[in-house]
């Protein structure tokens, strides 16, 4: 059974790492509705930053919100 919400933590990783670590998970989102990246805050936002832009545009992606805490960004995949 697949979850609505998604959680994946990416910092840490190269940007090329978040990325193939976010598309496995976006290509297996069936049923989701909202995958939550944390790509940190701390260290810098050129991760956040590159996710953002990245999946700004992607075909399963239908906006960007950003969340509560400044080292999330949470890609909405389909409306409630």
């Known amino acids: 059974m697949q979850t609505a919400f998604i959680e994946i933590d990416v910092h840490g990783l190269t ?17 989701a509705y909202r995958l939550r990246v944390i790509p940190g805050y701390h260290g810098g936002t050129v991760l956040r930053d590159a996710i953002r832009t990245r999946y700004r545009n ?11 805490n400044p080292g999330e960004t ?3 995949l389909r409306e409630l």
């Open 58 to 68: 992607h075909a399963k992606v239908k906006r960007i919100e950003l969340g509560m």
């Open 74 to 76: 949470d890609l909405v």
């Open 15 to 31: 940007r090329e790492q978040a990325f193939t670590a976010i598309d496995a998970r976006l290509r297996r989102a069936d049923g």
